[in-house]
Nanobody
Framework: QVQLVEAGGGLVQAGGSLRLSCAAS????????MAWFRQAPGKQREFVAT????????NYANSVKGRFTIARDNGKSTLFLQMNSLKPEDTAVYYC????????????????WGQGTQVTVSS
C-alpha cells in the first residue's frame, strides 16, 4: 500500500500560481503511476493530469493544458502540480492518486487517494 498526503493549497487571485505537493509513504513510489484529480462544489471529481513511473510521459485535461505541470521526484517520493494562470473555475479540492495499473484519466483505475487540499481562486 501507499499513503498519500497533499499540501500546498490555499487562496490565490486569478492569474496567480500555486504549487501542490503530494508526499507518498509505503511501497516504493517509483512503482506507481500518479495523477491529480479535482472536485469542485456540486460537481463530480474530474481528471487533471497524470504522469508515468519515470516522469517522462504526462497527460493533461484540456482545461489545464498549457497552464498546469505535473512532475515527480522519485528520490523524495513526492508528486507535484505547478498551477499557473489560475482561473476561478480552477477552484476545487485537489486530490493525488496512485495506481500500479496504468496511466489513466479515469478515477476508477486508481487504488490510493490522498485526503485532498483546497484551492480557491478569487476573481
Amino acid at each position: 500500500q501507499v499513503q498519500l498526503v497533499e499540501a500546498g493549497g490555499g487562496l490565490v487571485q486569478a492569474g496567480g500560481s500555486l504549487r501542490l505537493s503530494c508526499a507518498a509513504s509505503g511501497r516504493p513510489f517509483s512503482t506507481y503511476y500518479m495523477a491529480w484529480f479535482r472536485q469542485a462544489p456540486g460537481k463530480q471529481r474530474e481528471f487533471v493530469a497524470t504522469i508515468s513511473w519515470s516522469g517522462d510521459t504526462t497527460n493533461y485535461a484540456n482545461s489545464v493544458k498549457g497552464r498546469f505541470t505535473i512532475a515527480r521526484d522519485n528520490g523524495k517520493s513526492t508528486l507535484f502540480l505547478q498551477m499557473n494562470s489560475l482561473k476561478p473555475e480552477d477552484t476545487a479540492v485537489y486530490y493525488c492518486a496512485a495506481t500500479q495499473g496504468t496511466m489513466s484519466p479515469f478515477e476508477r483505475e486508481y487504488d490510493y487517494w490522498g485526503q485532498g487540499t483546497q484551492v480557491t481562486v478569487s476573481s
